[in-house]
């Protein structure tokens, strides 16, 4: 199993980024797929998630209404499509996978991260 994760970059506050998450190894109908975030100082948070047996996906409160999360199974990819950036949305972001959504949080399976940085 493995993940890759691209698509960071730096971007000015308001613009727009589109983060991948692809995946080998598995299915996406198989696993659930989730983000994370890691700001320097503060603790990993759960960014979005999906998964084939629930049909609403997660969002954090701090990116509801920015964020959506998408699957491409032809692709076998997990997409975040981030609008309106926030200083505050700088940090790392990692994709995870999980068989279920429960303890996607401490998932065995993680991507390497890729850099976000918004300017101000």
């Known amino acids: 199993v493995q993940l890759q994760a691209s698509g960071g970059g730096l971007v000015q506050t308001g613009g727009s980024l589109r983060l991948s998450c692809a995946v080998s190894g598995f299915t996406l109908d198989d696993f659930a797929i989730g983000w994370f975030r890691q700001a320097p100082g503060k603790e990993r948070e759960g960014v979005s998630c999906?998964?084939?047996?629930?049909?609403?996906?997660y969002y954090a409160d701090s990116v509801k209404g920015r964020f959506t999360i998408s699957r491409d199974n032809a692709k076998n990819t997990v997409n975040l499509q981030m609008d309106s950036l926030k200083f505050e949305d700088t940090a790392v972001y990692y994709c995870a996978a999980n068989p279920s959504l429960a303890g996607l949080d401490h998932a065995n399976y993680w991507g390497q991260g890729t850099q976000v940085t918004v300017s101000s």
């Open positions: 999906i998964s084939s047996s629930d049909p609403s996906p």
